[in-house]
């Protein structure tokens, strides 16, 4: 069975770090795009990356951006969400998702693309 098993999640103080993980399970994320998203409490989930499969070039939402990083380690099968300086807005559930295929561009507009999802992480910015 494929799976996409997310772990790393928290609490952390404004400004501290976190990096989450996203591991296939099942299967190898090689020529899988892979995005991760966010979903805070009475808000609409939010794209946050999104990394094509085919260039490994990954985009960012500007509310994220010189803050996050996604980084992919083929050997442990793994994608990476490195989050520094982290505000209490970046709280929220964090979601990986995974899609197949070939693909140059990738963009988190439609979360439909994505057929492989994780179990979710709370990540909580407070002090």
């Known amino acids: 069975q494929q799976q996409l098993v997310e772990s790393g999640g928290g609490l952390v103080q404004p400004g501290g770090s976190l990096r989450l993980s996203c591991a296939g399970s099942?299967?190898?994320?090689?020529?899988?795009?892979v995005a991760w998203y966010r979903q805070a409490p009475g808000l609409e989930r939010e794209g946050v990356s999104c990394?094509?499969?085919?260039?490994?070039?990954?985009s960012y939402a500007d509310s994220v951006k010189d803050r996050f990083a996604v980084s992919r380690d083929n050997i442990k099968n793994t994608v990476f969400l490195q989050m520094d300086n982290l505000k209490p807005e970046d709280s929220g559930i964090y979601y990986c998702?995974?899609?197949?295929?070939?693909?140059?561009?990738?963009?988190?507009?439609?979360?439909?693309?994505?057929?492989?999802w994780g179990q979710g992480l709370q990540v909580t910015v407070s002090s």
């Open positions: 990394t094509s499969s085919a260039t490994e070039t990954t």
């Open positions: 099942g299967f190898t994320l090689i020529s899988y795009s």
């Open positions: 998702a995974a899609k197949w295929g070939w693909a140059t561009s990738c963009s988190t507009d439609d979360a439909g693309f994505f057929d492989l």
